[in-house]
């Protein structure tokens, strides 16, 4: 059962989002050569506390943290900490704001300082994926509509899809149903309707799809050992089209 949302929630989940956007836009100012991780992640819950919220991935099944940096071959849920960031990085940041139980997600990836051209093309590839995703969050598509636009632009591209992990409804709580592969074939599962919520996210991976967690038991890492770029908006089913909440 997909929860839906009324326009009471929707306004509320506006706010969250607002300030996720806010806080985000702060972090990718942060990144630099030098900087910490942990610096990263401790401005993020600076930011967010000030604006009356929480950091919505912290404690969260334990998840040490108020954000997930990920760089290079790490996908997803990498853990900050004493970390510098080196020229040629690509940094991936995941982060989600609960604000008085309105819960809202997002992320970016950005090179620091100056990426190959290969590089580049993978962090722009997969931020036009999740485009490619969010046009499809309308009603009356099928959830698979989203999860198809984003495999063949991906792999048009050139590029493959992670499996292991996907996107999510979210609103009153972080996870909630459906979960939203970022692969598949189109026109299946439910069909999409005003007031859903969902966290549309692709991971984008240079070489194979395939990943594996490291031994902290969170971070995820490509296969191959290439880079990976992880995008990500909340994005709401409305009459007048996809609203993206985190923007």
């Known amino acids: 059962m997909i929860p839906l949302k009324s326009n009471k929630d929707l306004e509320n989940l506006r706010v969250s989002g607002k300030i996720l956007a806010h806080v ?9 050569v030098g900087i910490a991780t942990s610096e990263i992640d401790n401005l993020a819950e600076k ?21 997930c940096i ?57 931020k036009d994926s999740l485009s490619a995703g969010i ?3 309308a009603v009356g598509k099928h959830l698979t509509d989203i999860s198809y636009s984003i495999q063949n632009f991906v792999e048009r591209h050139g590029f493959s899809v992670v499996r ?10 972080l996870h909630e149903e459906p979960e939203i592969p970022n692969f598949g074939q189109a026109h299946q599962g439910p069909v999409l309707k005003s007031g859903m919520v969902l ?14 967690i490291l031994e902290n038991g969170w971070t995820a890492v490509t296969g191959d050992g290439l880079p990976s770029a992880h995008f990500e908006h909340t994005v709401a089913v409305t009459e007048n089209g996809p609203e993206i909440l985190t923007k």
């Open 24 to 32: 985000m836009g702060k972090l990718q100012d942060l990144i630099d």
């Open 164 to 173: 292991q992990f996907v996107g999510h409804g979210i609103g009153v709580n």
């Open 70 to 126: 990920s760089i290079n071959e790490e996908i997803v849920h990498g853990i900050p900490g004493p970390r510098k960031l080196k020229e040629g990085d690509i940094v991936s940041i995941d982060l989600g704001v609960n604000l008085g139980g309105y819960f809202t997600d997002a992320a970016i990836t950005v090179s620091v300082g100056r990426a190959d051209p290969k590089t580049r093309k993978l962090i722009q590839v997969a």
């Open 135 to 137: 046009k499809q969050a």
């Open 199 to 212: 966290a549309i996210e692709p991971m984008v991976n240079m070489g194979t799809w395939e990943s594996s």
């Open 47 to 67: 930011l967010i506390r000030k604006e009356g919220a929480i950091p919505a991935f912290k404690g969260y099944k334990g998840f040490p943290a108020s954000v």
